[in-house]
């Protein structure tokens, strides 16, 4: 079976002119025609792009696909695509294959339990009615982004690890810097110094007197120190970035769909399918990469051992074999199957958590100001499609300030 030649010279990111929310039209097109194809990585590595449901999901699920940094090859254009990357340091499980990830992987699960997460949802209720509390004594207009679509994710987190009342505010803002787009590099460095040093001290702290709470229960686990940090600092920056972008991108995607909104409210049985629509409809990682570590068939094709395959998954989500009509937005359509939290053995262990904030927050929003809408031009409204979609600043408005 012989290898077709590149047909990609580099990754497809230009979202189609007034669709910000659709995949660029070149993937489309390649899902359609073409699905597995030969792509130049900027590094000049020779490797693949899949587009299609079923072969995303494929890779995904097949354990001679690896995530290991130190194998990779990175598809997007920069000064990073050049540099070479060390093995995973101990806890960064997101980086590693089994039998390593399962170690961390097992641990972790089992810390993610139905009555925890049902605390959690009481937790995620107080802390946006407080967020709308704020918003509303502001006044319009607002930043969603800043006011509303950062802190709830960003209190979540500090509620999840254990952070003491007393340092959430503190603490909030560092891990809002640290995943700030708009940030210099030297905010960046200073905010991720606090928040790696200030781990630490409460990783300390767990240590000394355990609490009920995910790192107070690891810090009784024979987890080093080192491993408890970098367990919190991924659990933060995965479940920080991503909810915050699912509600701002989510809420822009609605105020510009207000029959589908209009929808929802009158409906409240709809939030839990309308929050799975959302999370296919948008798929806020849009790319996913994996590199063989032997030779795999896959689409008619063998990829070798050690080319990197890079899985456009906001495409896959979008795939008329898997989805009917799928570039429209219908919170009645079921979901069930979309990737947008990957598949697999990493697929997102925070799932149920990001679901439980967003199946709160946005009903609690949009009860909150009935009128709520843009205050700019929809085309005002500045984008960020890199690793992670999201808008940088959403201002809204709404009567009766």
Known sequence: MTQSPPAVGELPMTRPPGCPFDPAEELTRLRRERPLVRMRYPDGHLGW????????????????????????HSPFPGAAALMEFPPAAPGMFLQMDAPEHTRYR??????????????????????????????????????????????????????????????RELFRDTATTANDPDATQDELDRAMAGSVGYLRDLVRAKRAE?????????????????????????????????TSSMLALGTFALLGRPEQLDAWRADGDLTDGAVEELLRYLT?????GRAALEDVELGGEVVRAGEMVTLAVHAADRDPARFADPDDLDLRRSAVGHLAFGHG???????QLARVEMRVAFPALFRRFPTLRLAVPPEEV???????SGVLRLPVTWDGA
């Open 49 to 72: 792009l899949v587009t299609s449901h079923a072969l995303v999901r494929s890779v995904l699920a097949d354990p001679r696909f690896s995530t290991r940094a130190e194998i990779a």
């Open 106 to 167: 097992r641990m972790l699960t089992g810390k993610f339990t139905v009555r925890r997460m049902r605390r959690l949802a009481e937790h995620v209720e107080k802390v946006a009615t407080e967020q709308l509390d704020h918003m509303e004594r502001m006044g319009p207009p607002v930043d969603l982004v800043r006011a509303y679509a950062q802190p709830v994710p960003a209190l979540m987190i500090c509620e999840l690890l254990g952070v003491p009342y007393a340092d």
């Open 210 to 242: 355990p609490t009920d709470d995910l790192l107070g229960d690891l810090a009784t686990t024979g987890l080093t120190d080192e491993e408890l940090v970098n367990i919190a600092i991924l659990l933060m920056g995965a479940g920080l970035e991503t």
């Open 284 to 288: 806020i990682t849009p790319f996913l």
């Open 345 to 351: 053995i990493h697929q997102c262990l925070g799932q």
């Open 382 to 388: 500045p984008l960020n499609h890199s690793q992670i």
